[in-house]
C-alpha cells in the first residue's frame, strides 16, 4: 500500500462546484481501483493525498499530471504505507472557500500565506497536519456522494 501527496495549481481560478464535479468523477473511477483520498481545495490550490495499490496510484499521478486542469504539480512524497488514513472515501473532498476568517488567520499563521490563501506545505508530514487540523476545527464543508 502507498500514499501520493501532491500539490498543484488550476488552470484558472476554481469554484466549490467544479471541485465536486471533480470529486464526483474521482470518487467513481477510484473504488474500481482501489484508491482512496483526499482533495483539499482552495480558489487557487490543490492539495491531494492518494492511497493505494503502487500501480494504480502511479497510473492516477501520471494521468492527473497531464490533465489540463491542473498546473504547477509538485510531488511532496509517495511512500510505502502500514494503512489508509482515508479507507472508506473514493475521494474526499475539503474546500475553503467560505473560510471562517478567524480560523483562516490561525491556519496561515502556522502554515503560512500564498496569494491570500493557506500555503499548502512542501513536507508530507506537515501536509498531513494541516489536513488533520482543517478535520479538528470542523470548519470547511466536506462533500460525499450520497449512496
Known amino acids: 500500500m502507498y500514499r501520493l501527496i501532491y500539490k498543484s495549481r488550476p488552470n484558472g481560478t476554481m469554484d466549490w462546484e467544479q471541485v465536486r464535479t471533480i470529486l464526483h468523477q474521482s470518487e467513481q473511477n477510484n473504488e474500481q481501483h482501489g484508491i482512496t483520498g483526499l482533495l483539499l481545495?482552495?480558489?487557487?490550490?490543490?492539495?491531494?493525498?492518494?492511497?493505494g495499490k503502487y500501480e494504480e496510484v502511479n497510473k492516477l499521478f501520471m494521468k492527473i499530471a497531464h490533465d489540463p486542469r491542473h498546473g504547477q504539480i509538485q510531488l511532496i512524497s509517495f511512500d510505502l504505507i502500514d494503512s489508509r488514513l482515508f479507507a472508506g472515501w473514493g475521494m474526499k473532498g475539503l474546500g475553503l472557500f467560505d473560510f471562517n476568517n478567524e480560523q483562516a488567520k490561525l491556519l496561515k499563521t502556522k502554515y503560512g500565506e500564498?496569494?491570500?490563501?493557506?500555503?499548502?506545505?512542501?513536507?508530507?508530514?506537515?501536509?498531513?497536519?494541516?489536513?488533520?487540523?482543517?478535520?479538528?476545527?470542523?470548519?470547511?464543508?466536506?462533500?460525499?456522494?450520497?449512496?
Open 114 to 147: 500564498s496569494n491570500g490563501d493557506i500555503q499548502f506545505p512542501l513536507d508530507s508530514w506537515q501536509a498531513l497536519a494541516l489536513i488533520n487540523d482543517l478535520q479538528m476545527l470542523q470548519a470547511p464543508p466536506e462533500w460525499k456522494q450520497a449512496q
Open 41 to 51: 481545495a482552495t480558489p487557487n490550490h490543490f492539495l491531494q493525498v492518494i492511497e
